[in-house]
Each structure stands twice: as C-alpha cells, then as structure tokens.
C-alpha cells in the first residue's frame, strides 16, 4: 500500500513564526499535493508539484510557499504564520502521467493552530 | 469558488437505508467523477469513481449515477451500515487536478 507521511499530527506556532510542514510519499509518485481542510468549505489546493523542483499555484497560494528537492518529499512552508492559517493540512500524492486515472492517497494530515 | 456544489451537507440515514449525496459542477471540463471517503482523523481515501462515457457504475453497496447533460453525478449507499458513517466528497477531476466538494457528513443510526 501507498504510505503518505506527514511529520506532524499536532503542531502550534505563533504568529509570525516561520512553519514547515514535511510530507514523504514512498511509492514513487510523480505527483504531490497540499491541501488545507476547513469545516463547510471542504478541501482547497494550496500548491501541487508534478515533478522535482517543479511546483504550480493552486487555488489558495498566498501566504505558503513549497519545496520539493527530493521525488519523495513535499514541504510547505508558511512564512510568517497568521492566525487565519489555523486549518488542517493534507498532503496527497498520486502516480502521475503514467496513470489512467488520478487516485490521490492522502495522509492522515497535520493540525495546526497558529496562537 | 462554485464550481462544484455537494449536496446535502450533512445526512443522517437509519441502518438498512438508502444514503443518497449528490454532486454538481459546472466545468464541462471535467473527465474523471471519483467520491471520497474520509473517516475522523484520517486523509479521505478514494471509494469509487467513474468516467463520462458510462451513466451508472456499481461497487458492491456503492453505485455512482452519472448525468453528462445535467452535470450532475450522486452516490448512493445501499443498506446502509454504521461503519458507513463518515464525511464524503465529489471531486470531479481535469488533468491531474481534482476540485473537492464542501463535504458530507453522512450518519447511519441503528
């Protein structure tokens, strides 16, 4: 089975404070997702990657940035962390072009509230 | 960011039932129907899913009805279980990039 790690279960931060959250897929994926999960408004695409290096805008970008240095592993980066950024955090991936359909394994997520 | 209207938001369905949660999108875009299912604490986890070239698709309890016209596509649980209980999303999907649903929570009581 696919596994999608995420660092973190629970994290709090301040305001202000710079926030990283680590994801790492094992099964050779070609794509990465991250998405934030708020009550009534479902999930929402903050940033997607579909190759090393490579990272595209989703629909929520601003305030986060990504890394993605290594196949496996997808960071989010929250530069100055804002209490509206209080929210949990999925990582997903998903095979990629060799696919013939695309099948997200998510992970198990990381809470984060920012004080 | 309308794109995708879940319906309803939450369903309290007795043991033995038919849930039934519905989905409407307006980008003809889309090529890949699938539903989600997320259970507490946990990432959602893929349940079934359908393409457009086809009207229903049925995995055991779980059938997907499809209406290209309509742009709308439904789950429907049959005899419904407690285990069943959940949150479940649409997520009607265009090159790589799926567009979730608000969610719904989904109740079976005995």
């Known amino acids: 089975d696919v596994k999608v790690t995420q660092s973190s279960r629970y994290l709090v931060k301040r305001t202000g404070e710079k926030v990283f959250l680590e994801c790492v897929q094992d099964?050779?994926?070609?794509?990465m997702f991250w998405y934030r999960q708020d009550p009534g408004l479902g999930l929402r695409l903050i940033y997607f990657s579909y190759d090393v290096k490579m990272k595209e805008k989703g629909d929520i970008p601003e305030g986060y940035s990504v890394s993605r240095e290594k196949k496996e592993r997808f960071s989010l980066i929250l530069e100055s962390a804002s209490t509206n950024q209080t929210s949990m955090y999925l990582c997903?991936?998903?095979?990629?072009?060799?696919?013939?359909?695309?099948?997200?394994?998510f992970g198990s997520g990381t809470q984060l509230s920012v004080l | 960011q309308q794109q995708v209207k879940q319906s309803p938001q939450s369903l309290i369905v007795q043991k033995g039932g038919i849930s039934i949660i519905n989905c409407a999108y307006e980008n003809t875009a889309f090529d890949y129907f699938p539903w989600y299912q997320q259970f507490p604490g946990k990432g959602p986890a893929l349940l079934i899913a359908i393409r457009p070239d086809v009207s229903e698709k049925k995995e055991g309890r779980f059938t997907i009805s499809f209406n290209k016209s309509a742009k709308q596509f439904s789950l429907h649980i049959m005899d419904s279980q407690p285990g069943d209980s959940a949150t479940y999303f649409c997520?009607?999907?265009?090159?790589?990039?799926?567009?979730f649903g608000t969610g719904t929570r989904l109740q079976v009581t005995l």
């Open positions: 997520a009607p999907t265009r090159s790589r990039k799926l567009t």
């Open positions: 099964m050779d994926h070609e794509n």
């Open positions: 997903a991936s998903s095979l990629g072009v060799r696919a013939t359909n695309e099948k997200l394994f």
